[in-house]
């Protein structure tokens, strides 16, 4: 230990205690405000039958996504496809349930690759201030400015039309507002008395930064995570509806709409556009609920 250690009081001990992640009791005290918000428990067993059906699609599926019935092109929901077929005479409620597997997991790996990026670029930027946060900060702000789609598609486009392209760079585009989020906690954190006292035993910048700052901004950064799964399932539905996200014979819901953009699948044949919109509205409208009642119970000025 070097001088600055021996003389350290030890009250510091205590001051690095005084600020600390959310204990298991305050986790309770969270989940107990989140049960009582209804539409979010909604949004939880909506997103865990998804969740589950695309876990079990090969047990659940009725027929192979891929496989082609030259007697059944084009048929009306029946008891032989409770959803109809398709103009290949494939199965809609198997291609629907095996295209929840992309979407979802585009979702949770785009939305996990720019929360750590975000967060990680907003702590230092936040903590180190300076040239440092000059120019993480200017280069988050130069990324908002180009709306989020077009950016996406001109990516997409040069990278190739792949699953893992399309994570890779919606991860790589909507990083800026976490980052901005994360920065705006840190500057708020970092000379409260807790980070000081870290200081002060000599702990070193990035163990503050990982051990005593991040894991304090966690709730809001949760909850923008959360939004950006729905997001980030939009962002994946438009690409593959455009052509540029999974290619077929592959199922995702946004590729299995892409039909619809004939006037005669749309008027005659609407189950080929109507059960996967509704999988992309309810997946959507579920994960928005449950961002409402994180944000709530999450917010220390809501009641108990």
Request: with cysteine; hydrophobic share 50%; proline share 6%.
């Amino acid at each position: 230990m070097n001088e600055t250690q021996r003389t350290i009081s030890p009250n510091d001990s205590i001051l690095l205690k005084k600020k600390k992640p959310k204990s298991t009791s305050e986790w309770k005290v969270v989940f107990s405000k989140f049960k009582r918000h209804k539409l979010s428990v909604v949004g939880c067993c909506i997103m865990m039958v998804f969740i589950l059906t695309a876990i079990f699609a090969d047990f659940i599926a009725p027929y192979e996504p891929n496989k082609i019935d030259p007697a059944a092109f084009e048929q009306a929901p029946s008891k032989e496809h409770l959803l109809g077929t398709d103009s290949l005479g494939r199965d809609v409620l198997s291609r629907i349930i095996h295209a929840s597997r992309v979407s979802l997991t585009v979702g949770v790996a785009a939305v996990t690759m720019y929360l750590g990026i975000g967060i990680v670029l907003g702590a230092i930027a936040g903590y180190f201030r300076g040239i440092i946060d000059t120019v993480i900060m200017r280069f988050a702000d130069a990324m908002i400015s180009f709306p989020v789609l077009p950016l996406v598609i001109v990516m997409v486009a040069i990278a190739g039309n792949s699953v893992y392209n399309i994570i890779i760079v919606i991860g790589l585009v909507m990083w800026p507002e976490v980052a901005r989020i994360v920065r705006g906690q840190i500057l708020s954190l970092r000379e409260q008395e807790f980070v000081e006292a870290a200081r002060s035993i000599g702990e070193k910048p990035l163990s503050i930064i990982f051990t005593q700052l991040i894991p304090n901004v966690l709730a809001p950064v949760i909850v923008a995570g959360t939004f950006g799964i729905a997001n980030a399932i939009l962002l994946e539905a438009g690409l593959s509806f455009l052509g540029l996200g999974v290619q077929p014979p592959g199922a995702s819901w946004g590729n299995m709409l892409m039909d619809a953009q004939s006037i005669t699948v749309l008027t005659n044949l609407p189950w080929l556009w109507v059960f996967p919109s509704i999988c992309i509205i309810l997946a959507v409208i579920s994960i928005n609920f449950i961002g409402d009642g994180l944000r709530d119970a999450m917010d220390p000025r809501q009641k108990s």
